[in-house]
């Protein structure tokens, strides 16, 4: 691959890991320090609301989403030509995903902050991230949906041996456990039913784990998608 596409694929995974590691790292304090509970109703979310609890993962969770997009645009560059077929159609769930999480996750830091900030919080609670049955967990779990395809449709770039074997069966488990939670999303609304959660923890997990494997394998400068995947 080219200098240009090894830099930018190194530096769009290495900011992906920062962005994906540390939303898994501040949910896991936020939930510590503010123990949740059973959705209550907006005017209790309302009352209850801080910024520094929603603001935080909603904000890198912002970020990721552009630099996801960079990231599987340089994969989709450095993949030879008989493959790419598969990193494009990665490409474009990808940017189905962050075109929908972006507007999401925005509407959740400025337009929902501003108007509970404001006294003016009534008649919010089918948009607020605090329900587990609100429209905010519908788009998310639609985003990361498709975010997941393109992982699975970019696993076979990934050969069986080296980083890219993890890489691979990253994403694949990935493809799996999302599959469980939006098929249980699909039956019950709930985004804290128990299978959803878990196919949260897997991804925040693994996730990170797989696009520092990414850097590793741009810093390298290889082609992807060589024989070694078949």
Avoid: C, K
Wanted: glycine fraction near 10%.
């Amino acid at each position: 691959m080219s200098r240009l596409v090894s830099r930018v694929g190194f530096w769009s995974a290495v900011l992906s890991t920062v962005w994906a590691g540390g939303f898994a790292i501040v949910s896991v304090a936020l939930a510590l320090a503010f123990p949740g509970g059973e959705w209550r109703g907006i005017e209790a979310y309302v009352a209850s609301y801080r910024p520094v609890q929603a603001v935080p993962p909603v904000l890198l969770s912002f970020l990721l989403a552009p630099t996801l997009v960079v990231l599987v645009a340089a994969i989709h560059t450095a993949v030879i030509e008989p493959r790419r077929l598969l990193s494009l159609i990665a490409l474009a769930f990808t940017i189905v995903y962050a075109a929908v999480v972006s507007t999401n996750y925005l509407l959740q830091m400025a337009w929902v902050r501003g108007l509970i900030l404001r006294g003016e919080g009534e008649g919010l609670g089918l948009l607020v991230l605090g329900n587990p049955r609100s429209a905010f967990w519908a788009l998310e779990v639609l985003a990361y949906g498709f975010h997941v395809l393109g992982l699975v449709f970019l696993a076979p770039l990934f050969g069986p041996a080296g980083p890219g074997r993890w890489v691979r069966w990253i994403f694949i488990l990935n493809g799996v456990a999302t599959g469980v939670a939006f098929l249980v999303y699909l039956l019950t609304a709930d985004a804290w039913h128990p299978l959803v959660l878990v196919s949260l923890g897997v991804w925040a997990i693994t996730f990170p784990i797989a696009t520092a494997l990414l850097a590793l394998l741009f810093r390298r400068g290889e082609a992807l998608g060589g024989e070694a995947a078949p």
